[in-house]
């Protein structure tokens, strides 16, 4: 009888705690540094997502290991919903690499898609390049002597400057840093000659004319660069690379609490100030059920699986 009052009791005590969800300050990890697209993504869904579940949202950077640090911590954290994890387009490429296990994706649970934005080829306004094809006939001309900075193995950089290389058929030197970030401050610095990233985090630069763009890594021009061509525009067909991100939680998390999170992401998704900001910044919001989010990330594992599978691409 004992045993069955404290069952009970245990119960009841877990219904109340999803019912008052959350009670206190909610937990959000970036598997990556500051200053790259995921913080840059998540810190703005973070500032009208307290408001809405009236709790503050702690941003804790775990960057290192391609991401694989900040999400072996989330997956070790209880699930109750007051961790969650930002995750994007570098988890299947991670997995990809197999710098994480593919049973990593029965570590989570869909709570909610945030948006997509495709890649962006920059260059430092330095550099006498002003289109795609310039920059592949500068680096034909300088075989091995053009550097292209990513955010470290297996990140979203990383493959998509791989798959640009190889579409073009140019012999660069990718070099590897601790975040999206960094190697973004050293492409405007003029340490390295290109970088090819999330649209989020490189149309900023572009805009105050520190970076020169050059290509567009996704199906269309962006409205915030009408000017600079598609790859497949600049005759590159086939190098395009998109990002996405979304929030998952610890496998085991209560569904009741999955719903609310779904249910306010999605109206911060759809918030006017979201949406002018991916307007302004290339991107636009994704509108998915959790399940479609689920299934969206398995299928993009194995597009990046393929990829990285004939591009004969090595986790270093």
Not at 71 to 85: E, Q, V
Not at 188 to 207: D, E, L, R, T, Y
Request: charged share 15%.
């Amino acid at each position: 009888m004992a045993v069955l009052l404290a069952l009970a009791a245990s119960f009841t005590f877990a219904q109340a705690s999803v019912a008052t969800y959350p009670s206190k300050p909610v937990r959000l990890i970036i598997p990556f540094p500051p200053g790259g697209s995921n913080d840059l993504v998540a810190r703005a869904v973070a500032a009208q997502l307290s408001d809405r579940l009236g709790q503050s949202i702690v941003i804790d950077n775990r960057g290192g290991g391609g991401g694989t640090i900040g999400m072996n911590a989330a997956a070790k954290s209880p699930a109750d919903g007051y961790t969650l994890l930002l995750v994007s387009v570098g988890w299947p490429v991670s997995i990809a690499l197999q710098w994480m296990p593919e049973e990593s994706l029965q570590w989570f649970v869909p709570a909610a898609p945030i948006g997509t934005g495709p890649s962006l080829l920059v260059v430092p306004t330095a550099l006498p390049v002003n289109s795609v094809q310039e920059l592949i006939a500068l680096a034909k001309s300088k075989p091995g002597q053009l550097n292209a900075s990513a955010a470290g193995p297996g990140s979203f950089q990383h493959l998509a400057t791989e798959l640009f290389r190889l579409q073009a058929g140019i012999n660069i030197v990718i070099v590897q840093y601790k975040g999206g970030g960094p190697a973004l401050t050293d492409t405007i610095a003029g340490q390295v000659q290109m970088h090819i990233g999330s649209a989020v985090q490189n149309i900023p630069h572009v805009k105050t004319g520190k970076l020169r763009a050059l290509g567009v890594g996704g199906k269309s021009r962006l409205a915030a660069l009408p000017d600079v061509p598609t790859f497949a525009e600049a005759g590159l067909p086939g190098a395009e690379a998109t990002n996405w991100w979304g929030i998952v939680a610890p496998a085991g998390t209560p569904p009741t609490v999955l719903e609310r999170l779904h249910k306010e992401i999605a109206s911060v998704v759809d918030s006017p100030e979201m949406k002018k900001r991916f307007e302004v910044e290339g991107a636009e919001a994704l509108h998915m059920s959790p399940s479609e989010f689920g299934a969206q990330i398995a299928a993009e594992t194995a597009k990046w699986t393929q990829v990285v599978k004939q591009a004969g691409i090595k986790a270093e």
